[in-house]
C-alpha cells in the first residue's frame, strides 16, 4: 500500500519504529537487587562501618567506645603515617613509571608479525602463573644476600644487600611487581593494538611517516583509553599492595617500607588498635576514591557509552 | 608494502626473555636440588643431580588440600559473580532511568574500594554470619570485591549487541529473560570470559581474606599455605621453592588447555 518512490520516507519510517517499537520489554531494576544487595552487604555497609569505627577506641574485645575526634588528631600528627603515605606515593610512581613504558612497547611487539612472536609471547606470560605469594616469596629467595643471587653474582650487586636500604627495598618491590605485573598490561596493550585499523598506518606510511613517527603519531594516541585503564589497574593495586611487601621486605628495614595497607593490617592485626587502624583504612578509601574519580573523568567510562565508539 | 625488520625491538624482546627466564630458570633449578647443593652453589647453577625429594616433602605437608581448597574458592566465587554481574549489566545496558544509572555509577565507584581498607567491619560482618574459618567465609567478600570489574567488562561487551536484534526478539514476543538467555548471553560470551578469567585469578590470587577470615588447616588456600611455610622451612629453600612451583601447577593446566581462552580473557579487560 505504501508505496516508497523516493528512499527518504523509507528510512524516516525506519527511524520512527526503532525509536519506539510497541512492543519491547525492558528489563527493570529488579535485574539488579540480588547483586546490589550483595554487594552492599559485603562493600558498602563495611565502609560506612570503617568510617564509624574510625571515631572510637576499639580493641577488638569489648565493644566500641566513641572517641570522637581522637583517632584522626593522632593520625595528622603521626610521622609514621606521613612516611607511609610518602613511600605509598614513591611505590605508586615507581611502578606505573617502569612498568607503562615496557608495557607498551611489549604490547605493540607482540601485536605485530615477528618471527618466533608467538614463542616468545607464551614464555612471556609465565608469570602471569604465579601467584603474588608465590612470586614474593620466590624472588625473596632469589635476592636473598647470603643463599641468592647477590651472594654468587658479585658484578651484579656488588656483595650488598638489597633489603638492606630503604632504596634498595623499594627497587626491588618495583622490581618484583613489575616483573609480575607488566605480562598483565602488555596483554591489554596488545589487545589494544591489534584492533587499531590498518589503514591508519598504511596512510601514514603513503605519506612518508617512518617506524618512529607512527608509533608515536598513530599508536599512542589509539591507545589512551588502554593507558587509563591500565594505570587505573595499577593505582587500585598499589593501595592494596599488602601481601608483596609482607612477603618481600616485611615493612623493612625497620618500617622504611611500610606502605599505607602494611602499616594498617599491622595497627590492626598485630597491635589490636581497630579504632585508630580504621582510621587509616578512611584514608585509604579517600585516596582510592580521588585516585577513581580522577581517572573515570579521564576515561569517560561513565558516559555509558559503547567502547567502540571514538575509534 | 614490505618492512624492514626492527632490530631494536627484536633486541629488547631478549633482553626481556632473560629478565623473565632466569628467575623462572632459577625456580625449576632450585626446586630440584638437594639443600646442601643449594647452600653451595645458589639459584642459578647448572643442575648436576635432580631429586624429587623437595616435591614429597611437600605434598607430605597436606600441600593438595589447600590447592584443592582454592580450585573450590575460584569456582565457587565465578559462579557467584557470573549469577549476579549478568542481570546486573543486563538492567544497566538495557534498563532506562536513573535508578539504572545510579547502580553503574555505584558499581564504577566500587572498582576503587581497596579491600584492605574494609577488611575490619568485613571480619566482623562474617563473625557474625557464623562463617568465620570457612571457605564461605572467604568465597563471599572475593566474590563482592569482583563484582565492580565483572560488572564494567560485561556491561562493556553487552553495549555492543546492537538494537535492531533486541527489537527482533521484541517481534518474537520475548520477555526480558528469554532475551537474556537466548540473545544477551551468547553475544557477550567474550566479556563473560573475561569475567570469569578475572574473579578466578583474583580467588587464586587472594591473600588478605584468607589470611583474615580463616585460620585451621581444613580452610587453609594455597597462599596461606605458602606464607606458612616460609616460617616452617625458612632453611630449607628448595623446598620451599617447589612448593611455590606446585602452587602454579592448577593455572598451568589451565593455561596448556584453554590458552586462547585465558589470554583472550586477560585482553578483553583493556576494552577496545
Given at each position: 500500500m505504501v508505496s516508497a518512490t523516493t528512499s527518504r520516507p523509507v528510512s524516516k519510517h525506519r527511524a520512527r519504529d526503532r525509536a519506539a517499537p510497541p512492543t519491547l520489554e525492558r528489563p527493570g531494576v529488579a535485574w539488579a537487587v540480588p547483586g546490589l544487595l550483595f554487594f552492599l552487604v559485603f562493600a558498602i555497609v563495611p565502609m560506612a562501618g570503617v568510617l564509624y569505627l574510625s571515631f572510637t577506641h576499639w580493641d577488638g574485645l569489648s565493644s566500641p567506645q566513641f572517641t570522637g575526634l581522637d583517632n584522626w588528631s593522632r593520625f595528622f600528627g603521626d610521622s609514621q603515617v606521613r612516611q607511609s603515605t610518602l613511600v605509598t606515593g614513591v611505590l605508586l610512581v615507581g611502578n606505573i613509571a617502569v612498568q607503562a613504558p615496557i608495557s607498551i612497547l611489549l604490547g605493540v611487539w607482540a601485536a605485530g608479525h615477528q618471527r618466533n612472536r608467538a614463542v616468545l609471547s607464551a614464555i612471556f606470560f609465565l608469570p602471569l602463573l604465579l601467584s603474588t605469594a608465590a612470586t614474593a616469596i620466590m624472588w625473596r629467595q632469589l635476592l636473598d644476600p647470603n643463599f641468592g643471587l647477590p651472594s654468587k653474582v658479585d658484578w651484579l650487586?656488588?656483595?650488598?644487600?638489597?633489603?638492606?636500604?630503604q632504596a634498595g627495598s623499594i627497587a626491588c618491590l618495583v622490581l618484583v611487581t613489575s616483573w609480575q605485573f607488566i605480562p598483565f598490561h602488555s596483554l591489554l596493550y596488545q589487545g589494544a593494538a591489534r584492533s587499531i585499523p590498518h589503514t591508519l598506518y598504511q596512510a601514514a606510511a603513503i605519506d612518508g611517516a617512518g617506524r618512529v613517527r607512527q608509533f608515536v603519531h598513530i599508536t599512542l594516541p589509539q591507545l589512551r583509553n588502554t593507558m587509563i585503564t591500565s594505570s587505573t589497574f595499577m593505582v587500585i593495586g598499589g593501595l592494596t599492595a599488602f601481601d608483596i611487601v609482607l612477603l618481600l621486605t616485611?615493612?623493612?628495614?625497620?618500617?622504611?617500607?611500610?606502605i599505607l595497607p602494611f602499616s594498617m593490617y599491622q595497627t590492626a592485626?598485630?597491635?589490636?588498635?581497630y579504632g585508630y587502624a580504621s582510621a587509616i583504612a578512611s584514608f585509604l578509601l579517600l585516596l582510592a576514591t580521588v585516585a577513581s574519580v580522577l581517572l573515570t573523568k579521564l576515561s569517560g567510562y561513565d558516559k555509558m557509552t559503547s567502547t567502540m565508539e571514538g575509534l | 608494502m614490505r618492512t624492514r625488520p626492527n632490530y631494536l625491538a627484536g633486541a629488547a624482546a631478549l633482553v626481556w626473555l632473560v629478565i623473565i627466564g632466569v628467575p623462572l630458570y632459577a625456580l625449576v633449578n632450585t626446586a630440584v636440588q638437594p639443600q646442601t647443593k643449594y647452600t653451595d652453589k645458589g639459584p642459578v647453577s647448572i643442575p648436576s643431580t635432580v631429586t624429587w625429594d623437595n616435591f614429597h616433602t611437600v605434598v607430605d605437608s597436606g600441600f593438595l588440600h589447600y590447592i584443592w581448597n582454592t580450585v573450590v574458592v575460584a569456582v565457587a566465587t565465578v559462579a557467584i559473580v557470573l549469577a549476579l554481574a549478568v542481570p546486573i549489566s543486563y538492567a544497566v545496558v538495557r534498563g532506562r532511568g536513573w535508578i539504572t544509572k545510579g547502580v553503574f555509577r555505584l558499581f564504577l565507584l566500587g572498582?576503587?574500594?581497596?579491600?584492605q581498607a574494609v577488611i575490619i567491619p568485613l571480619f566482623l560482618i562474617v563473625n557474625d554470619l557464623g562463617l568465620?574459618?570457612?571457605?564461605w567465609g572467604i568465597i563471599l567478600p572475593t566474590a563482592a570485591f569482583a563484582l565492580p570489574v565483572s560488572v564494567l567488562v560485561l556491561s562493556g561487551g553487552m553495549r555492543d549487541i546492537s538494537n535492531e536484534l533486541y527489537e527482533a526478539m521484541a517481534l518474537d514476543g520475548a520477555g526480558p529473560a528469554r532475551t537474556l538467555l537466548t540473545l544477551v548471553i551468547p553475544m557477550s560470551r567474550s566479556a563473560i570470559a573475561t569475567a570469569s578469567v578475572f574473579a578466578a585469578l583474583q580467588a587464586w590470587n587472594g591473600f588478605l581474606f584468607p589470611l583474615i577470615m580463616a585460620q585451621s588447616e581444613d580452610t587453609k588456600l594455597v597462599t596461606l599455605g605458602l606464607y606458612n611455610f616460609v616460617s616452617e622451612y625458612g632453611a630449607n629453600v628448595p623446598a620451599l621453592l617447589a612448593a611455590v612451583l606446585m602452587s602454579a601447577v592448577p593455572i598451568l593446566v589451565v593455561y596448556l588447555f584453554a590458552r586462547r581462552a585465558l589470554v583472550a580473557g586477560l585482553m578483553g579487560a583493556g576494552g577496545k
Open positions: 650487586f656488588g656483595g650488598s644487600n638489597p633489603f638492606g636500604s616485611n615493612g623493612g628495614p625497620g618500617t622504611d617500607t611500610s592485626f598485630r597491635t589490636y588498635d | 572498582l576503587a574500594i581497596p579491600s568465620y574459618d570457612t571457605l
